[in-house]
């Protein structure tokens, strides 16, 4: 039997969600185990000057506990 837990991750990039996706998951992996999955509960962008000045999402993490 597999048990999986889920975990929260907030991640930004000035660059895109893509990038701010890619570096939750990275950081996320520094410290969880065995990470199996992610799906993305919600995007947000600060906009600053009237322009974007930074693209965040919060992301659910699914890692098996062993």
Do not use: C, H, P
Request: proline share 0%; aromatic share 6%.
């Amino acid at each position: 039997m597999t048990v999986a837990k889920v975990s929260e991750v907030t991640a930004t990039s000035t660059k895109s969600f893509e990038d701010a996706i890619a570096k939750g998951i990275k950081r996320a992996n520094e410290t969880l185990k065995n990470v199996t999955g992610a799906w993305i509960a919600d995007q947000e962008v600060v906009v600053e000057k009237g322009k974007i000045a930074s693209y965040k999402v919060r992301m659910r993490i699914t890692f098996v506990l062993m």
